[in-house]
Protein backbone atom coordinates (compact mmCIF):
# COMPACT_ATOMS: atom_id res chain seq x y z
CA UNK A 1 0.00 0.00 0.00
CA UNK A 2 0.74 3.77 -0.40
CA UNK A 3 0.38 6.56 1.73
CA UNK A 4 0.07 9.95 1.51
CA UNK A 5 2.19 11.70 4.33
CA UNK A 6 2.04 15.46 3.68
CA UNK A 7 0.11 17.88 1.56
CA UNK A 8 -0.14 20.83 0.24
CA UNK A 9 -2.14 22.80 -1.85
CA UNK A 10 -2.18 25.98 -3.67
CA UNK A 11 -5.09 28.17 -5.50
CA UNK A 12 -5.93 31.59 -6.55
CA UNK A 13 -8.93 34.32 -5.88
CA UNK A 14 -10.95 35.37 -8.91
CA UNK A 15 -9.71 38.82 -10.63
CA UNK A 16 -10.76 40.42 -13.83
CA UNK A 17 -7.66 40.41 -16.09
CA UNK A 18 -6.63 41.92 -19.45
CA UNK A 19 -2.86 41.02 -19.98
CA UNK A 20 -3.92 37.56 -21.95
CA UNK A 21 -5.12 38.91 -25.26
CA UNK A 22 -7.03 41.98 -26.44
CA UNK A 23 -10.49 40.62 -23.63
CA UNK A 24 -11.08 41.07 -20.26
CA UNK A 25 -11.32 37.50 -18.43
CA UNK A 26 -12.03 36.50 -15.06
CA UNK A 27 -9.31 34.21 -14.23
CA UNK A 28 -8.13 32.57 -10.53
CA UNK A 29 -4.54 33.99 -9.49
CA UNK A 30 -2.34 33.32 -7.11
CA UNK A 31 -1.50 36.15 -5.42
CA UNK A 32 2.37 35.22 -3.93
CA UNK A 33 4.64 32.61 -5.12
CA UNK A 34 8.18 31.88 -3.38
CA UNK A 35 11.47 33.92 -5.60
CA UNK A 36 12.89 30.89 -7.35
CA UNK A 37 16.66 30.64 -5.85
CA UNK A 38 18.89 32.97 -7.78
CA UNK A 39 21.34 30.16 -9.62
CA UNK A 40 18.17 28.32 -11.07
CA UNK A 41 19.00 27.09 -14.78
CA UNK A 42 17.07 29.26 -17.43
CA UNK A 43 15.27 26.40 -18.96
CA UNK A 44 13.77 26.17 -15.46
CA UNK A 45 12.70 29.88 -14.82
CA UNK A 46 8.66 29.78 -15.45
CA UNK A 47 5.52 30.87 -13.59
CA UNK A 48 4.46 27.47 -13.30
CA UNK A 49 7.59 26.62 -11.35
CA UNK A 50 7.20 29.04 -9.41
CA UNK A 51 4.00 28.09 -8.34
CA UNK A 52 5.68 24.18 -8.03
CA UNK A 53 8.50 25.49 -6.08
CA UNK A 54 6.30 27.26 -3.01
CA UNK A 55 5.02 23.89 -2.61
CA UNK A 56 7.86 22.11 -2.36
CA UNK A 57 9.21 24.58 0.28
CA UNK A 58 5.99 23.55 1.88
CA UNK A 59 6.92 19.66 2.17
CA UNK A 60 10.55 20.38 1.90
CA UNK A 61 11.51 19.15 5.83
CA UNK A 62 9.22 15.84 5.07
CA UNK A 63 10.87 15.28 1.89
CA UNK A 64 14.43 15.65 3.76
CA UNK A 65 13.12 13.11 5.94
CA UNK A 66 13.02 10.40 3.47
CA UNK A 67 16.37 11.28 2.34
CA UNK A 68 18.47 11.25 5.70
CA UNK A 69 16.80 7.83 5.75
CA UNK A 70 18.40 7.18 2.49
CA UNK A 71 15.04 6.39 0.83
CA UNK A 72 14.97 6.26 -3.35
CA UNK A 73 13.24 9.20 -4.09
CA UNK A 74 11.10 9.73 -7.29
CA UNK A 75 10.01 13.06 -8.85
CA UNK A 76 6.25 12.42 -11.08
CA UNK A 77 4.75 16.15 -11.82
CA UNK A 78 1.37 16.52 -14.18
CA UNK A 79 0.93 20.04 -16.33
CA UNK A 80 -0.65 20.94 -19.02
CA UNK A 81 1.47 24.43 -20.12
CA UNK A 82 4.89 24.34 -18.35
CA UNK A 83 6.86 27.57 -19.37
CA UNK A 84 4.10 28.05 -22.37
CA UNK A 85 3.50 31.80 -21.71
CA UNK A 86 7.50 32.32 -21.39
CA UNK A 87 7.84 31.00 -24.47
CA UNK A 88 4.93 33.18 -26.36
CA UNK A 89 6.29 36.48 -24.90
CA UNK A 90 9.87 35.30 -25.98
CA UNK A 91 9.47 33.28 -29.52
CA UNK A 92 12.95 34.69 -30.75
CA UNK A 93 14.68 32.48 -28.17
CA UNK A 94 17.51 29.73 -28.35
CA UNK A 95 15.55 26.83 -29.92
CA UNK A 96 17.49 24.26 -27.43
CA UNK A 97 15.91 26.68 -24.98
CA UNK A 98 12.49 26.89 -26.14
CA UNK A 99 12.36 23.39 -26.40
CA UNK A 100 13.41 22.68 -23.18
CA UNK A 101 10.87 25.32 -21.65
CA UNK A 102 8.17 23.72 -23.08
CA UNK A 103 8.82 20.25 -22.41
CA UNK A 104 5.96 18.61 -20.16
CA UNK A 105 8.31 17.12 -17.94
CA UNK A 106 10.26 20.41 -17.53
CA UNK A 107 8.41 20.90 -13.70
CA UNK A 108 9.23 16.88 -12.81
CA UNK A 109 13.21 17.93 -13.61
CA UNK A 110 12.92 21.28 -11.99
CA UNK A 111 12.24 19.34 -8.69
CA UNK A 112 14.48 16.63 -9.50
CA UNK A 113 17.09 19.76 -9.45
CA UNK A 114 16.23 20.70 -6.60
CA UNK A 115 16.63 17.40 -4.68
CA UNK A 116 19.99 16.89 -6.00
CA UNK A 117 19.92 17.05 -9.96
CA UNK A 118 18.48 15.60 -13.01
CA UNK A 119 20.37 12.63 -13.77
CA UNK A 120 21.29 11.84 -9.68
CA UNK A 121 19.83 11.95 -6.19
CA UNK A 122 16.40 10.65 -7.43
CA UNK A 123 15.62 7.37 -8.86
CA UNK A 124 12.68 8.52 -11.11
CA UNK A 125 12.08 11.61 -12.45
CA UNK A 126 8.37 11.54 -14.53
CA UNK A 127 5.71 14.65 -16.11
CA UNK A 128 2.49 13.37 -16.98
CA UNK A 129 0.37 15.19 -19.42
CA UNK A 130 -3.08 13.92 -20.18
CA UNK A 131 -4.92 17.39 -19.77
CA UNK A 132 -7.34 17.76 -16.60
CA UNK A 133 -6.19 14.17 -15.51
CA UNK A 134 -2.90 14.99 -14.96
CA UNK A 135 -1.99 15.76 -11.39
CA UNK A 136 -4.73 12.60 -10.67
CA UNK A 137 -2.71 10.31 -12.81
CA UNK A 138 0.54 11.79 -11.28
CA UNK A 139 -0.97 10.34 -7.98
CA UNK A 140 -1.54 7.11 -9.75
CA UNK A 141 2.06 6.50 -10.94
CA UNK A 142 3.11 7.33 -7.54
CA UNK A 143 1.63 4.66 -5.80
CA UNK A 144 2.65 1.99 -8.65
CA UNK A 145 6.13 3.54 -7.97
CA UNK A 146 6.34 2.93 -4.58
CA UNK A 147 4.85 -0.39 -4.72
CA UNK A 148 6.78 -1.62 -7.30
CA UNK A 149 9.56 -0.77 -5.22
CA UNK A 150 11.44 1.54 -8.03
CA UNK A 151 11.18 4.60 -4.88
CA UNK A 152 10.46 4.17 -1.28
CA UNK A 153 8.87 7.86 -1.64
CA UNK A 154 7.77 10.04 -4.45
CA UNK A 155 7.18 13.95 -4.29
CA UNK A 156 4.13 13.98 -6.72
CA UNK A 157 1.07 16.31 -7.79
CA UNK A 158 -0.20 18.73 -10.18
CA UNK A 159 0.72 22.51 -11.23
CA UNK A 160 -0.39 24.90 -14.04
CA UNK A 161 -0.14 28.66 -14.60
CA UNK A 162 -2.02 30.78 -16.22
CA UNK A 163 -1.37 31.63 -20.45
CA UNK A 164 -2.54 33.01 -22.75
CA UNK A 165 -2.83 29.69 -25.39
CA UNK A 166 -4.68 27.82 -23.03
CA UNK A 167 -7.36 30.78 -21.80
CA UNK A 168 -8.08 31.88 -25.59
CA UNK A 169 -8.32 28.32 -26.28
CA UNK A 170 -10.88 27.76 -24.14
CA UNK A 171 -12.44 30.88 -25.12
CA UNK A 172 -12.88 29.82 -29.02
CA UNK A 173 -14.73 27.20 -27.45
CA UNK A 174 -17.34 29.63 -25.81
CA UNK A 175 -17.35 27.83 -22.58
CA UNK A 176 -15.71 30.65 -20.60
CA UNK A 177 -17.74 32.88 -17.87
CA UNK A 178 -17.32 36.42 -17.28
CA UNK A 179 -19.14 35.86 -14.28
CA UNK A 180 -18.00 33.61 -10.90
CA UNK A 181 -19.09 29.90 -12.40
CA UNK A 182 -22.27 27.74 -11.12
CA UNK A 183 -21.58 24.31 -11.82
CA UNK A 184 -24.94 22.33 -11.41
CA UNK A 185 -26.87 24.96 -11.94
CA UNK A 186 -29.70 25.91 -14.18
CA UNK A 187 -28.10 29.06 -14.15
CA UNK A 188 -24.76 27.86 -15.47
CA UNK A 189 -22.52 30.49 -17.57
CA UNK A 190 -19.65 28.41 -17.73
CA UNK A 191 -16.20 27.69 -16.56
CA UNK A 192 -13.54 30.50 -14.88
CA UNK A 193 -9.84 28.99 -15.56
CA UNK A 194 -7.25 29.31 -12.82
CA UNK A 195 -3.91 28.44 -11.78
CA UNK A 196 -2.59 26.42 -8.85
CA UNK A 197 -0.71 23.51 -7.25
CA UNK A 198 -1.39 20.41 -5.31
CA UNK A 199 2.07 18.88 -4.49
CA UNK A 200 2.08 15.67 -1.60
CA UNK A 201 4.83 12.96 -0.62
CA UNK A 202 3.85 9.30 -0.72
CA UNK A 203 5.44 6.87 0.60
CA UNK A 204 5.02 3.02 1.93
CA UNK A 205 5.23 4.35 5.68
CA UNK A 206 1.71 3.65 7.07
CA UNK A 207 0.88 7.76 8.09
CA UNK A 208 -1.44 10.28 7.09
CA UNK A 209 -3.81 8.71 4.32
CA UNK A 210 -3.88 6.00 2.57
CA UNK A 211 -4.19 5.83 -1.41
CA UNK A 212 -6.85 3.89 -1.25
CA UNK A 213 -7.60 3.62 -4.90
CA UNK A 214 -7.66 4.49 -8.37
CA UNK A 215 -8.75 4.11 -11.70
CA UNK A 216 -8.50 5.70 -15.16
CA UNK A 217 -9.87 4.88 -18.99
CA UNK A 218 -10.35 7.17 -21.82
CA UNK A 219 -13.67 6.98 -23.96
CA UNK A 220 -12.03 8.04 -26.58
CA UNK A 221 -15.08 9.81 -27.93
CA UNK A 222 -14.65 13.92 -28.88
CA UNK A 223 -11.14 16.06 -28.53
CA UNK A 224 -13.33 18.40 -26.08
CA UNK A 225 -16.88 16.89 -24.68
CA UNK A 226 -17.24 13.81 -22.76
CA UNK A 227 -18.85 11.26 -23.85
CA UNK A 228 -22.69 11.31 -23.19
CA UNK A 229 -24.22 8.58 -20.73
CA UNK A 230 -20.82 8.44 -18.53
CA UNK A 231 -20.63 4.57 -19.44
CA UNK A 232 -16.61 5.69 -18.78
CA UNK A 233 -17.03 7.12 -15.75
CA UNK A 234 -19.25 4.48 -14.31
CA UNK A 235 -16.57 1.58 -14.98
CA UNK A 236 -14.19 3.82 -12.89
CA UNK A 237 -16.56 4.33 -9.98
CA UNK A 238 -17.04 0.21 -9.61
CA UNK A 239 -13.62 -0.72 -9.75
CA UNK A 240 -12.44 2.31 -7.51
CA UNK A 241 -15.09 1.23 -5.51
CA UNK A 242 -14.00 -2.81 -5.42
CA UNK A 243 -10.60 -1.89 -4.06
CA UNK A 244 -11.57 0.57 -1.56
CA UNK A 245 -14.42 -1.31 0.24
CA UNK A 246 -13.49 -4.64 -1.07
CA UNK A 247 -17.10 -5.58 -2.53
CA UNK A 248 -18.32 -6.32 -6.06
CA UNK A 249 -20.23 -3.61 -7.05
CA UNK A 250 -21.65 -5.68 -10.41
CA UNK A 251 -25.34 -5.13 -11.46
CA UNK A 252 -28.10 -5.81 -8.58
CA UNK A 253 -25.62 -4.76 -5.88
CA UNK A 254 -28.18 -3.18 -2.89
CA UNK A 255 -24.81 -2.01 -0.85
CA UNK A 256 -26.81 -2.91 2.24
CA UNK A 257 -23.83 -3.23 4.01
CA UNK A 258 -21.90 -0.50 2.93
CA UNK A 259 -22.86 3.18 3.48
CA UNK A 260 -20.72 4.50 0.03
CA UNK A 261 -17.73 6.86 0.16
CA UNK A 262 -18.45 9.79 2.75
CA UNK A 263 -17.47 12.57 0.16
CA UNK A 264 -17.03 12.84 -3.44
CA UNK A 265 -15.47 15.72 -4.93
CA UNK A 266 -17.21 16.52 -8.97
CA UNK A 267 -15.06 17.76 -11.89
CA UNK A 268 -17.89 20.46 -11.39
CA UNK A 269 -16.96 22.68 -14.88
CA UNK A 270 -20.29 23.83 -15.11
CA UNK A 271 -20.36 23.38 -18.64
CA UNK A 272 -23.73 21.85 -20.00
CA UNK A 273 -21.54 18.51 -21.16
CA UNK A 274 -19.79 18.24 -18.15
CA UNK A 275 -22.38 18.81 -15.59
CA UNK A 276 -24.88 16.70 -17.02
CA UNK A 277 -22.56 13.79 -17.36
CA UNK A 278 -21.02 14.16 -14.35
CA UNK A 279 -25.16 13.72 -12.25
CA UNK A 280 -25.81 11.09 -14.13
CA UNK A 281 -22.80 9.56 -13.03
CA UNK A 282 -23.83 10.14 -9.51
CA UNK A 283 -27.45 8.29 -9.85
CA UNK A 284 -25.46 5.56 -11.73
CA UNK A 285 -22.87 5.19 -8.34
CA UNK A 286 -26.84 5.65 -6.13
CA UNK A 287 -27.92 2.38 -8.45
CA UNK A 288 -25.16 0.56 -7.54
CA UNK A 289 -24.31 1.30 -3.91
CA UNK A 290 -21.22 3.39 -4.39
CA UNK A 291 -22.98 6.24 -3.83
CA UNK A 292 -25.51 6.41 -0.78
CA UNK A 293 -27.84 8.66 1.04
CA UNK A 294 -25.19 9.59 3.34
CA UNK A 295 -22.54 10.49 0.56
CA UNK A 296 -22.24 14.36 0.22
CA UNK A 297 -21.11 15.43 -2.80
CA UNK A 298 -19.72 19.17 -4.32
CA UNK A 299 -17.52 21.14 -7.25
CA UNK A 300 -15.17 23.08 -5.48
CA UNK A 301 -14.03 25.09 -8.14
CA UNK A 302 -16.42 27.80 -7.49
CA UNK A 303 -14.50 28.08 -4.65
CA UNK A 304 -11.22 27.56 -5.31
CA UNK A 305 -9.90 30.05 -8.02
CA UNK A 306 -11.30 28.38 -10.98
CA UNK A 307 -10.10 24.94 -12.74
CA UNK A 308 -6.78 24.50 -12.32
CA UNK A 309 -6.61 22.49 -15.46
CA UNK A 310 -3.55 19.82 -15.13
CA UNK A 311 -3.36 20.18 -11.32
CA UNK A 312 -6.80 20.63 -10.63
CA UNK A 313 -6.64 16.36 -10.51
CA UNK A 314 -4.62 16.42 -7.31
CA UNK A 315 -5.31 19.48 -5.73
CA UNK A 316 -9.28 17.67 -5.41
CA UNK A 317 -7.85 14.83 -4.63
CA UNK A 318 -5.47 16.34 -2.13
CA UNK A 319 -8.38 18.66 -0.92
CA UNK A 320 -10.14 15.11 -0.45
CA UNK A 321 -7.21 14.09 1.50
CA UNK A 322 -7.30 16.56 3.93
CA UNK A 323 -10.46 15.62 4.99
CA UNK A 324 -9.58 12.06 5.63
CA UNK A 325 -6.09 13.35 7.30
CA UNK A 326 -7.92 16.41 9.65
CA UNK A 327 -9.71 13.34 11.21
CA UNK A 328 -13.03 13.24 13.35
CA UNK A 329 -15.46 16.07 12.13
CA UNK A 330 -14.66 18.45 9.50
CA UNK A 331 -16.75 20.90 7.63
CA UNK A 332 -17.22 19.37 3.96
CA UNK A 333 -16.52 21.81 1.00
CA UNK A 334 -19.75 23.88 0.33
CA UNK A 335 -21.28 23.46 -3.20
CA UNK A 336 -21.47 27.49 -4.61
CA UNK A 337 -23.78 28.46 -7.21
CA UNK A 338 -21.31 31.19 -7.98
CA UNK A 339 -18.49 32.44 -5.52
CA UNK A 340 -14.94 33.80 -4.70
CA UNK A 341 -11.85 31.86 -2.76
CA UNK A 342 -9.29 30.23 -2.56
CA UNK A 343 -8.08 26.96 -1.17
CA UNK A 344 -8.63 27.23 3.36
CA UNK A 345 -11.81 28.74 3.04
CA UNK A 346 -14.28 27.10 0.77
CA UNK A 347 -15.53 31.00 1.21
CA UNK A 348 -17.47 31.43 -1.92
CA UNK A 349 -20.54 33.75 -2.31
CA UNK A 350 -23.93 32.59 -3.49
CA UNK A 351 -25.17 34.53 -6.66
CA UNK A 352 -28.77 35.23 -6.70
CA UNK A 353 -29.23 31.73 -5.38
CA UNK A 354 -30.96 32.17 -2.04
CA UNK A 355 -33.44 29.29 -3.33
CA UNK A 356 -30.78 26.36 -3.36
CA UNK A 357 -33.31 24.33 -4.25
CA UNK A 358 -34.41 25.96 -7.38
CA UNK A 359 -30.89 26.78 -9.13
CA UNK A 360 -29.89 23.19 -8.78
CA UNK A 361 -31.14 21.61 -11.97
CA UNK A 362 -30.28 17.86 -10.71
CA UNK A 363 -32.61 17.37 -7.78
CA UNK A 364 -30.89 13.82 -6.99
CA UNK A 365 -27.36 15.37 -5.98
CA UNK A 366 -26.88 15.20 -2.18
CA UNK A 367 -25.17 18.65 -2.54
CA UNK A 368 -22.88 20.07 0.31
CA UNK A 369 -25.32 23.24 1.39
CA UNK A 370 -24.41 25.24 3.99
CA UNK A 371 -22.16 24.47 6.83
CA UNK A 372 -22.24 20.54 6.77
CA UNK A 373 -20.16 18.39 9.19
CA UNK A 374 -19.22 15.08 8.96
CA UNK A 375 -16.50 12.63 9.53
CA UNK A 376 -14.54 11.47 6.59
CA UNK A 377 -13.34 8.32 6.62
CA UNK A 378 -13.35 7.38 2.62
CA UNK A 379 -13.59 10.34 -0.20
CA UNK A 380 -12.84 10.30 -3.96
CA UNK A 381 -12.04 12.79 -6.83
CA UNK A 382 -13.48 12.81 -9.96
CA UNK A 383 -11.46 14.59 -13.29
CA UNK A 384 -12.72 14.53 -17.09
CA UNK A 385 -10.39 15.39 -19.39
CA UNK A 386 -10.41 16.73 -22.89
CA UNK A 387 -9.85 13.52 -25.83
CA UNK A 388 -12.02 11.68 -23.49
CA UNK A 389 -9.32 11.00 -20.81
CA UNK A 390 -11.16 9.96 -17.32
CA UNK A 391 -9.73 9.30 -14.09
CA UNK A 392 -11.23 8.63 -10.23
CA UNK A 393 -8.63 8.83 -7.02
CA UNK A 394 -9.82 7.75 -3.94
CA UNK A 395 -8.59 8.57 -0.07
CA UNK A 396 -9.22 6.81 2.92
CA UNK A 397 -7.88 6.42 6.38
CA UNK A 398 -4.86 4.40 7.28
Known amino acids: MSYINDLFVLTGTLQKRKDFGKKEFLLGSVAKTKTLPKNTPLKF????????????????????????????????????????????????????????????????????????????????????????????????????LVKSGVCDAVVCGGVDSLNSLTINGFDSLEILSSEPMRPMSVKRCGVNLGEGVGLCVVSGE??????????????????????EGCEGGEELLREVARQVFGADFGAGFGGGEFGGFDYINLHATATKANDEMEAELVRRGEACGVVSGATFVSGTKSTLGGHTLGASGAVEALLCAGLVMEGGEVLLPEHKFGGFGGFGGFGGEVLDGENFEDECEFKWLNLVRGEVKKEVKSAA?????????NAIVAVSKV
Open 45 to 144: VSRTNELLYTAFLALKSEVEKHQKAGKKIGVVIGTTVTAIEENFKEPACDEALFCERAAHDNPARFLAHLLGGESGGVAMVWGVSSACTSGAKALMMADR
Open 206 to 227: ARGVRVAGFASNNDAFHITKPK
Open 381 to 389: STSFAFGGD
